[in-house]
């Protein structure tokens, strides 16, 4: 089977957050196939990892076999493959596979390949794969970066805040208190905020998500939440220490899951552009897999979306790249 023909097998198995069984059963067997030398690491029931070795690894290729919803089957045309997983991250994957592969075809060991579950829904499956022996020097860890080799990924951080007040009728609400005005104050003062920014990262960014609140137009509302996505360049723990600042006590802040900011090696050897990723990824909750790298085909403006693609003469190039990074990562050790 081509390149083409796995990406089409791994985008035609319905794999979204939390049914990855069938998928991990795809990719156990086709590596064993190859040659490889494969376990599994059941994170829940019936969800499990995927880790191959050809040797004792030094270096590993890894990404995640979970997908967002919804399932959307398989196409192709002549330049591009589309569907759910196309480039987030089944082709990305398929990349790998090949790379290691065509490097093992080369007399080249140590090298290993870790597919995981849970990405896209908190990243259990990089978790329990933390708590796995490896002697593995550096992870090159796959994600649609567009070719690029990615210098850096913001972290994130996810808060709700909640407000409260009394109701009354509306045609008296100087009887009542407006939970919503007071949620409204809230975000005007969050959006007119200075926010850290990073030589490399950038600025923070925010996302307002949710709003939601009240219970009747005529009734002065006494319940209204907010939910935000901050993409932080400092610690996340700098940032809700200012949205505590910010909201004092006219609300209440519940804290999310948090992902801190990660500087990235590069293969400078290797001739590619480099970028700066906003969004987050596995490498945090791998830190017992060695130094982490971040490439792979693909844009991110695509994945998540109704139209995800990748194409094909990216998938292509992807292959030499990921063994040309792993064959200089090697020599160097």
């Not at 083409?4 to 939390?18: A, C, K, P, Y």
């Amino acid at each position: 089977m081509n390149i083409f023909e796995l990406t089409r097998e791994l985008i035609e198995i319905e794999s979204i957050s939390g049914n990855e069984g069938a998928v991990g059963r795809f990719v156990r067997d086709y590596l064993a196939d190859l040659g490889f030398e494969v376990e599994t690491q059941e994170v829940t029931p019936g969800r499990f990892n995927v880790i191959a070795r050809s040797g004792d690894p030094l270096v590993t290729f890894s990404s995640h076999i979970d997908t967002v919803p919804p399932f959307i089957p398989f196409s192709e045309d002549d330049e591009k493959i589309c569907g759910r997983g196309a480039c987030d991250a089944k082709g990305v994957i398929a990349a790998q596979v090949f790379a290691a592969a065509q490097l093992r075809a080369e007399g080249l060991t140590d090298i290993g390949l870790l597919y995981l579950v849970g990405e896209e829904d908190g990243s259990d499956g990089a978790r329990a794969a933390n708590t796995l022996h490896n002697r593995n020097r550096y992870l090159i860890n796959g994600e649609p970066t567009e070719s690029c080799q990615a210098l850096a990924t913001k972290g994130a951080l996810r808060v709700v805040i909640e407000t409260a007040g009394k109701t009354a009728h509306a045609a008296y609400p100087e009887l009542g208190e407006s939970a919503i005005e007071k949620l409204l104050d809230i975000l005007s003062d969050i959006r007119s905020a200075q926010w850290p920014a990073d030589a490399v990262l950038g600025p923070t960014t925010y996302n307002i998500g949710v709003i939601s609140g009240g219970r009747k137009a005529n009734v002065v509302p006494d319940i209204a939440a907010s939910e935000l996505m901050f993409r932080t360049v400092t610690p996340p723990d700098a940032v809700l220490q200012r949205i505590r600042e910010i909201v004092g006590d006219r609300g209440r802040i519940k804290q999310g899951f948090t992902i801190p900011p990660v500087h990235l090696r590069t293969v400078e050897s290797i001739d590619l552009p480099t970028s700066v990723v906003r969004f987050a990824t596995d490498i945090p909750s791998l830190t017992n897999w060695g130094e982490a790298l971040l490439f792979g085909p693909g844009s991110i403006h695509h994945a998540h979306t109704a139209h995800e693609m990748i194409l094909k003469a990216d998938l292509l190039r992807a292959v030499d790249t990921n063994a040309g990074m792993a064959r200089t990562l090697l020599a160097s050790l």
